[in-house]
T-cell receptor, first 113, second 112 residues
Framework: ETGVTQTPRHLVMGMTNKKSLKCEQHLGHNAMYWYKQSAKKPLELMFVYNFKEQTENNSVPSRFSPECPNSSHLFLHLHTLQPEDSALYLC????FGTGRGLFFGSGTQLSVL | GENVEQHPSTLSVQEGDSAVIKCTYSDSASNYFPWYKQELGKGPQLIIDIRSNVGEKKDQRIAVTLNKTAKHFSLHITETQPEDSAVYFCAARRDAGNMLTFGGGTRLMVKP
């Protein structure tokens, strides 16, 4: 198993629901990321946090709200989603500044009905 | 910004044959090129990476080559096995402070 844990693994929600995705990294990294993976755009960067500060927001709709309380935990709060938001949501971490690649979790498969 | 193109999008080979996946990048300042393997139900996993001061890197049955002049790099898998079946992503980055730009992915199928 990787050092990045995501819960839940699967989530089905209606368009009026509010849910949260959770990510925890056990690698001692200082940067965490949210990616969206769908058939149309395989790996789409959503948010980046370095040392708990948000440094990237790739024009993501406000119905997605990230939260990074510390360098080991990352959340993605979801509300009033659309069916087109159905996708695999991947969390990743890295040690910013060392030059190595990203370490991904297994993802949350989200279905919006 | 950086743009990474990956080909082919699907690749089917017979067990034991070699597989080659190619990527081109647009930013001549990119200097770090990782490859990821994504199996069904899992997130992408880093399998090999190369930096621009090296032309080739090998790890058992996988190797990556880099041609900086032509701005392309390739993943080579020899003696393919059914467990090599997965989606492979290439990526490129300028320096440690920048984000990775991913290619569109290649679905590799190894037929027994």
């Amino acid at each position: 198993e990787t050092g990045v844990t995501q819960t839940p693994r699967h989530l089905v929600m209606g368009m009026t629901n509010k849910k949260s995705l959770k990510c925890e990294q056990h690698l001692g990294h200082n940067a965490m990321y949210w990616y969206k993976q769908s058939a149309k755009k395989p790996l789409e960067l959503m948010f980046v946090y370095n040392f708990k500060e948000q440094t990237e927001n790739n024009s993501v709709p406000s119905r997605f709200s990230p939260e990074c309380p510390n360098s080991s935990h990352l959340f993605l709060h979801l509300h009033t989603l659309q069916p087109e938001d159905s996708a695999l949501y991947l969390c990743a971490s890295s040690q910013f500044g060392t030059g190595r690649g990203l370490f991904f979790g297994s993802g949350t498969q989200l279905s919006v009905l | 910004g950086e743009n990474v193109e990956q080909h082919p999008s699907t690749l089917s080979v017979q067990e034991g044959d070699s597989a080659v996946i190619k990527c081109t990048y647009s930013d001549s300042a990119s200097n770090y090129f990782p490859w990821y393997k994504q199996e069904l139900g899992k997130g992408p996993q880093l399998i090999i990476d190369i930096r621009s001061n090296v032309g080739e890197k090998k790890d058992q049955r996988i190797a990556v080559t880099l041609n900086k002049t032509a701005k392309h790099f390739s993943l080579h898998i020899t003696e393919t096995q059914p467990e090599d079946s997965a989606v492979y992503f290439c990526a490129a980055r300028r320096d440690a402070g920048n984000m990775l730009t991913f290619g569109g992915g290649t679905r590799l199928m190894v037929k027994p």
